[in-house]
């Protein structure tokens, strides 16, 4: 067993938050949009915090900051919807992490609960709010599945600040 190491150790801390996202950064996550209706209509957000929590009953998960301009609209929504991208969405991922109206970019529809869901994204997941969780500087968002869609393609992911592709094995 060797003790020679490449990896540098450090304490979390506000000093050494560049250091933290970046080791955070080393694992790839999908890229997701999550949409919600508002008082003034429909908003969306870029998330990679997009997690599967349970099958039976059909829970996932995703985070958002407190920080975030859009926090106030999602943190009491009652329903939402979570629009896994494709490779080649990486525009509109861009689009909704800079504005939450990119609408205009995107063929969608409004669902049953009046949330907008998108039409073309790899994966869809309709969910009621099943429970919020306060987790430091973030709320952790559980959504009860009411409705899944599948497409095809291979997804967009996010690591270490750059979006990329895999190609699934045959």
């Not at 000093?15 to 949409?35: D, K, M, S």
């Not at 869809?124 to 009860?144: K, P, Q």
Request: glycine share 6%; net charge negative; charged share 15%.
């Amino acid at each position: 067993m060797s003790s020679d190491t490449s990896l540098t150790s450090f304490v979390p801390s506000v000093e050494t938050q560049r250091p933290y996202r970046n080791a955070l950064g080393n694992f790839a996550t999908g890229v997701t949009v999550i949409t919600t209706k508002t008082a003034d209509g429909q908003i969306g957000m870029t998330a990679n915090s997009f997690a599967s929590v349970s099958l039976d009953p059909a829970l996932v998960l995703w985070s958002i900051a407190k920080s975030s301009l859009r926090y106030a609209h999602f943190a009491p929504a009652t329903h939402f919807a979570i629009h896994v991208l494709r490779a080649d969405q990486k525009d509109l991922a861009q689009a909704f992490a800079q504005r939450g109206d990119a609408f205009d970019l995107v063929d969608y529809a409004i669902n049953a609960e009046g949330v907008a869901v998108l039409n073309d994204c790899l994966s869809r997941f309709e969910c009621a709010t099943h429970a919020v969780h306060e987790a430091g500087d973030h709320d952790i968002m559980v959504g009860h599945v009411l409705r899944a869609a599948e497409g095809s393609g291979s997804p967009l992911l996010f690591a270490q600040r750059s979006y990329g592709t895999v190609q699934p094995e045959v």
